[in-house]
């Protein structure tokens, strides 16, 4: 049974940054498309990246934000630079097996991580 499994999460300053790692185990990472969303309290669930062999953002962490897998280790690493206080929220790992266009949408996820709180306040 495949699981994955969020860590990294933590209290930062504005315009620290910090990286985010999903590991999944029953499978590799390669065999799905793998996004990050989060959620901030009284807000919406939002997207923020995704990838499947290229990458996508959202808006608000464009230019901010990388997100890559490293194969050797089985993981998805959100890099998370120039922090905001907005950017405070939980973060959650999710995995699709739908076209990148269509991994901005959570419904097109089939499986989620437990989530991981970044917190950014000085």
């Known amino acids: 049974q495949v699981q994955l499994v969020e860590s990294g999460g933590g209290l930062v300053q504005p315009g620290d940054s910090l990286r985010l790692s999903c590991a999944a185990s029953g499978r590799t990472l390669s065999s799905y498309g793998m996004g990050w969303f989060r959620q901030a309290p009284g807000k919406e669930r939002e997207f923020v990246a995704a990838i499947s062999g290229n990458a996508i953002y959202g808006d608000s962490v464009k230019g901010r934000f990388t997100i890559s897998i490293d194969n050797a280790k089985n993981t998805v690493n959100p890099q998370m630079n120039s922090l905001k206080p907005e950017d405070t929220a939980v973060y959650y790992c999710?995995?699709?097996?739908?076209?990148?266009?269509?991994?901005?949408?959570?419904?097109?996820?089939?499986?989620w991580g437990q989530g991981t709180q970044v917190t950014v306040s000085s």
């Open positions: 999710a995995a699709s097996s739908y076209s990148l266009v269509n991994m901005r949408y959570a419904s097109t996820y089939f499986l």
